[in-house]
């Protein structure tokens, strides 16, 4: 039976967890898509609660001698809650954190102050601490405020370029009950001039390459177009590069595995985002699920305006 709270929709039943309950805090900047982050969450089987106050994080979360199985927990915080204070639950996430019969998961959700600010004036939203004043100021002693529940994060995702699909994703592949044991692997393409991507585990540079976009036929393509992809690879330096590379991987991916890491985000970066990080992401991923791996590719700045029209957070 789902119980329902303010603040969140029904949902089918939630799965009964055997062991250790799974706890998601989801936590950040407002309007960086904790609403998002809680819908998907209740949408994979966790009883989403909304606007918790932090003290009765511990009370919510008791379990006396005997208790029943119980499901995945989803709680969201944020300045908005009441009573809500960042070294005060700071202090709180610390002894749930150590207990034996939870695992705890503290999402913190960051963006970029400029996208946030855009964010507000598109939706026509008020940020919660810019009743009087401009947005940007909202913004800015927000950020300051969070600082020590940013400290404490188990997981930091930046959403400043990732629309409400790309968040719902990340989300499932990370908390699904389905991945419990397996670690999923993300491969993103991006451009530098538009900011390494921050969730990045692995960064590899490929701007080394000779670069289609100087050959007339080749520019308005991608890498996803096969002569694309043939003229990157005729590349004298790309066999060897991409040979260390896997070899590389081969080498990390189980160590990461052994160690419990449970998500796992590689970039790969070229100048424009278009066409050799393109190229070399796809021939990654594909590398990496003949060896068995769970890939996800996303390929960022391949076309900025299709991702400006993609569905919001």
Not at 6 to 12: D, I, L, R, V
Not at 19 to 29: D, E, K
Not at 270 to 295: D, F, K, M, P
Request: proline share 7%.
């Amino acid at each position: 039976m789902t119980r329902r709270y303010p603040g969140t929709h029904e949902s089918a039943p939630a799965p009964v967890a055997a062991g250790p309950i799974p706890v998601v805090v989801v936590t950040g900047m407002s309007g960086a898509g904790k609403s998002s982050a809680l819908r998907v969450l209740e949408d994979i089987g966790f009883e989403a609660i909304d606007n918790l106050p932090v003290s009765l994080l511990g009370r919510l979360l008791w379990r006396g001698p005997g208790a029943d199985p119980a499901a995945p927990i989803a709680v969201g915080v944020d300045i908005r809650t009441r009573d809500f204070d960042a070294n005060a639950f700071a202090r709180e996430i610390a002894p749930l954190a150590a207990r034996p019969d939870l695992v705890l998961t503290v999402l913190y959700l960051d963006c970029d102050s400029l996208v946030l600010g855009q964010r507000f004036t598109e939706t026509r939203r008020r940020h919660p601490l810019a009743d009087d004043r401009p947005v940007a100021d909202g913004i800015k002693i927000e950020r300051e405020l969070l600082a020590p529940v940013r400290e404490v994060a188990s997981v930091v995702v930046d959403t400043s370029m990732m629309t409400g699909l790309d968040l719902k994703r990340l989300l499932e592949r990370r908390f699904s009950p389905d991945a419990k044991h397996h670690m999923a692997v993300s491969v993103v393409s991006f451009a530098y001039g538009r900011g390494l991507p921050r969730e990045a585990d692995l960064v590899f540079d490929v701007r080394f390459l000779r670069n289609p976009h100087y050959v007339e036929t080749l520019k308005p393509n991608s890498g996803l177009d096969a002569a694309v992809g043939a003229y990157i690879a005729a590349d004298a330096g790309y066999p060897p590069f991409f040979s260390a590379l896997a070899a590389l991987l081969d080498g990390l991916l189980p160590r990461y595995r052994d160690e419990g890491k449970s998500y796992l985000t590689i970039a790969v970066g070229c100048t424009g985002g278009r066409h050799r990080s393109v190229y070399v992401a796809e021939r990654l991923a594909e590398y990496l699920r003949e060896g068995g791996e769970r890939v996800h590719v996303r390929h960022r700045d391949i076309d900025a305006k299709v991702a400006q029209q993609a569905e919001p957070l």
